[in-house]
């Protein structure tokens, strides 16, 4: 059996794994499970200003309440924070300046949601990541994440990926990391 037919099959075992895993929580959404596999992700995480490709213009989503908030601008600033119990919340905020001004941020876009860490596993350049899944409007997105020393994170990133790499399911996983570089605060 070659290397790449075990990896797959591996990745794809641990997916089912983790879709066995946990429950629903009393809202009906997936319950959170404790972090015991990588205690050195809790905390805030932070990225510098970085610009938004293709910044000329906003659009809108529908925030958790049903209320409708721009989303877009020049640049913006993410913070996710990882909780030890499972939960995590995503933050991105915009800004309609080259350097993440105050006085010109639009409303962030917040994402509450539960995450589940998975194996030991390498990107498509043979870089060593974890597995991180998380729930985003009620599908569980395949991820990757990597931890560079005590203060340096990567997310798994969609666009950078192998195409068809989507995150939709284990077999899909993300499989290459995103530019940004987040530091622990």
């Keep these: ?6 990896r797959t099959s591996l990745a ?8 066995g895993c946990g429950s629903e929580s009393e809202s009906g959404g997936p319950a959170a499970e404790e972090n015991i596999a ?3 992700l809790v905390g805030r995480w932070q990225t510098d200003c970085v610009s938004v490709p293709g910044s000329s213009s906003t659009t809108t989503v529908t925030s958790a309440s049903g209320g409708v908030i721009p989303v877009g ?5 993410d913070t996710i924070t990882f909780e030890q119990s499972g939960n995590v919340e995503f933050v991105s ?5 080259s350097n993440c001004n ?5 409303p962030a876009y917040t994402l509450n949601t539960v995450y589940y860490v998975g194996d030991p596993a390498l990107d498509r350049n043979g870089l060593d990541v974890i597995e991180l899944d998380y ?3 009620g599908d569980r997105v395949y991820s990757i994440i990597r931890i560079v020393g005590t203060n340096g994170l990567y997310i798994g990133d969609q666009p950078a990926s192998t195409s068809g790499n989507d995150g939709s399911e284990a077999a899909l996983r993300y499989d290459a990391l995103g530019a940004a570089r987040l530091d622990k605060q």
């Design 135 to 137: 729930i985003a409007n």
């Design 12 to 19: 794809l075992a641990a997916g089912m794994l983790l879709q």
């Design 73 to 77: 601008g020049d640049t913006r600033r």
């Design 93 to 97: 905020e915009y800004y309609r300046s």
């Design 102 to 106: 105050n006085n010109t941020r639009l």
């Design 1 to 6: 059996m070659a290397i790449g037919t075990i």
């Design 38 to 40: 990588a205690p050195e």
